[in-house]
């Protein structure tokens, strides 16, 4: 028969204690901290990508290097011989003999480099995906449902080379001195649904999965909706963007807020003219193009305006300063894309115009994931 204890008696007294089970949400899963750093690293590295590959285009050097070589190719030319042969292949290109007829060695040098950098880049981005998922996976630092989608983001880029190349086979083409503008928005694209990738799944992983769980439970589900609204608005948005640089569309009418002294652009159709088709006006013709990507600018800010002013509202402080970030930011793209307009596309101002184009999808999606897994402050932690 077992001794009376005391009702005050430590109840633990004389038994065996054991550690606590944590549950499967706190549980930690993986080395979220180092997979976070690595997609990181990724994030700027594309970055970086989408800028030179902006230069690369302004600066009409995407098609210097007339041949796809993934391996090989990331070596450049050694010597003079190597040079030379180099130069003698884009001498047989229709970019060379339309355009540039003439072109010296050193020309030919400058070009060359831009969009051997730009190859480079891809390649790099490339090899850091790779040992960063082998090595994740081998050391099972994977956390679980993760798998997929850092392999997701690997596919993308291994399409992303190929598409880079069927690109720059557009412009290699007979009588082509630029790419196909179709394919230059398809591949910019692509480059900014892996860039929101990398942001949301670096988002992601910078909380814990019982953190994000909690956080869900007070998600704010009708501004998550319009600001996924204002994100894919401003995808078409970039879209559009590449259709005016593919065509140069940005260098034909320098003026604001008319197009030469119109609002609509009196040769709109002249391509459909021309070629039969009023369908094409709509890819290929400069002054239709311009006027679609600046009406669209303007509906992206108007909407814009819309979703901030719900995004105020927001009971969670930091949400609203997500918000208050991302109307701020596209004020100064609207005012970037003005001068990128009256300046017919300078270099600078233009590739100035990209940058404000990729810290803008940031913002939004840092906006937009605010509103799904809000972070949520007591009283003390104040307001706007």
């Known amino acids: 028969m077992m001794a009376k204890r005391s009702i005050f008696?430590?109840?633990t007294e004389g038994t065996s204690t054991a550690p606590p089970v944590r549950g499967g949400i706190d549980r930690p899963a993986g080395a979220r901290r180092a997979i976070r750093v690595w997609l990181i690293a990724m994030f700027v590295m594309v970055a970086a990508m989408i800028l030179i590959g902006g230069l690369t285009r302004l600066t009409d050097s995407g098609l210097s290097i007339t041949e796809w070589k993934p391996v090989t190719g990331m070596i450049p030319p050694l010597n003079g011989a190597d040079w030379q042969a180099e130069f003698d292949l884009y001498q047989q290109s229709p970019q060379y003999q339309i355009a540039n007829e003439g072109m010296?060695?050193?020309?030919?040098?400058q070009i060359y480099w831009w969009e051997w950098g730009h190859r480079f880049l891809g390649r790099m981005i490339g090899f850091v995906w790779a040992?960063?998922?082998?090595?994740?996976?081998?050391?099972?630092?994977?956390?679980?449902g993760w798998k997929g989608r850092l392999l997701l983001i690997g596919g993308l880029g291994g399409l992303q080379g190929a598409i880079g190349w069927w690109m720059v086979a557009s412009?290699?083409?007979s009588g082509m001195t630029t790419v196909a503008s179709y394919r230059l928005a398809t591949h910019l694209g692509i480059a900014f649904i892996i860039f929101g990738f990398l942001t949301w799944y670096a988002l992601q992983m910078g909380r814990t999965e019982g953190a994000l769980l909690q956080a869900r439970r007070v998600r704010e589900g009708k501004l998550f909706g319009m600001t996924t609204g204002l994100l894919h608005l401003a995808f078409l948005q970039i879209l559009l963007g590449a259709l005016v640089a593919g065509i140069d569309a940005g260098r034909s009418f320098p003026t604001w807020p008319l197009m030469n002294g119109s609002?609509?652009?009196?040769?709109?159709?002249y391509v459909a003219a021309v070629e039969g088709n009023s369908w094409r006006a709509f890819f290929e013709n400069p002054g239709l193009v311009q006027f679609i990507h600046r009406m669209t600018a303007y509906l992206l800010f108007v909407y814009g305006i819309v979703?901030?002013?719900r995004g105020r509202r927001s009971p969670h402080k930091s949400t609203r300063r997500a918000y208050y970030m991302m109307m701020g930011m596209l004020v100064v793209q609207v005012l970037l894309g003005i001068t990128a307009a009256v300046t017919a596309a300078a270099l600078h101002p233009a590739i100035t115009h990209q940058l404000g184009a990729i810290v803008l999808w940031v913002l939004i999606l840092r906006a937009r994931h605010l509103a799904q897994y809000p972070i949520t402050t007591s009283i003390r932690g104040g307001t706007l």
């Open 9 to 11: 008696e430590d109840v």
């Open 104 to 109: 010296t060695m050193s020309q030919f040098q």
């Open 131 to 144: 040992i960063g998922f082998v090595g994740f996976w081998l050391l099972g630092k994977i956390p679980p």
């Open 171 to 173: 412009g290699l083409e």
């Open 263 to 269: 609002f609509f652009p009196a040769d709109a159709f």
């Open 307 to 309: 979703v901030f002013l």
